[in-house]
């Protein structure tokens, strides 16, 4: 992966992935979204990591696609669609990657999310952010789609229409205060605590039942979407008779009846 997403282990059962371009403001180029792929696909099979936290170094999280350093792979404006359809799926499935991890996964917006790095982070499960932070979609100024990335998907899920129309439709940068009044995040913090909050965040989760955590992820992510409320009572019912047949919960289960 290089240096340019470092992965650390700051606890056991916590991953620390940060994007590592601090000169570009993390921006997305060839080596950074592949290195995302191989550490998503990676972890996704990593039963000792119950937890994944997302941040940036420097005073950015990530600027978007790095458009004048990208390196091999970038379409022209002479490419044919074909090729450009290629590369646009493949900047698609990098949200998708982050949000079907199995594990709960915490993003840590330490300064500037823009484009792809905001796609990344609204397919995290749990948003904080510093007060340094601020959040755009600038694509409609370039005279593209602001739908893009999962963003169209994602973002009204989380904010409502009309908010997500208002970011999308004029493209402006959301100051933090902004983000979190609207919630976008679950939390505002002043930059020197927003890694220790997310390590607490993410060795609580550790701390629980990998099962658990797993299928209460999944039934927030699928019934957000359920058609009524029998539907969602159906996923929620089988989840709950998978995990009360689990030995872990029994044992937990029998230390709150003491």
């Given amino acids: 992966m290089g240096d340019v997403l470092v992965v650390e282990t700051p606890t056991a059962g916590v991953a620390l992935l940060r994007l590592n371009r601090p000169e570009r403001l993390n921006a997305l180029n060839h080596e950074l979204v592949g290195a ?48 450009r359809m290629q590369f646009q799926e493949r900047m698609g499935a990098l949200p998708l990657a982050v949000r079907s991890l199995p594990q709960a996964v915490i993003v840590a917006v330490n300064g500037p999310c823009v484009g792809g790095g905001f796609a990344l982070c609204l397919a995290a ?20 789609s602001g739908g893009e990335m999962g963003m169209s998907y994602h973002l009204p899920r ?7 129309a208002d970011w999308m439709l004029s493209g402006r940068t959301v100051p933090a205060e902004e983000a979190d009044r609207r919630g976008l995040v679950s939390q ?15 060795e609580r989760m550790a701390e629980l039942p990998a099962l658990a955590v797993q299928v209460t992820k999944r039934a927030l992510q699928v019934n957000t979407d359920a058609s009524d409320i029998g539907a969602a009572l159906e996923l929620e019912n089988r989840n709950q008779v998978l995990t009360h047949a689990t030995e872990e919960s029994a044992v937990r289960r029998g230390k709150w009846a003491k």
């Fill in 188 to 202: 505002l913090l002043e930059p020197e605590e927003l890694l220790g909050r997310a390590f607490e965040l993410a």
């Fill in 125 to 144: 499960d749990v948003r904080l952010c510093s007060t340094a932070a601020s959040f755009g979609n600038g694509a409609i100024l370039l005279g593209l």
């Fill in 36 to 83: 995302i792929e191989q550490e998503c696909s990676r972890l996704s099979g990593d039963t000792a990591t119950r937890a994944v936290v997302i941040t940036g170094t420097g005073r950015g999280f990530c600027s978007g696609l790095d458009v004048r350093d990208f390196g091999p792979g970038l379409p022209s404006s002479h490419s044919p669609v074909a090729e």
């Fill in 158 to 164: 989380i904010v409502g229409t009309s908010v997500a």
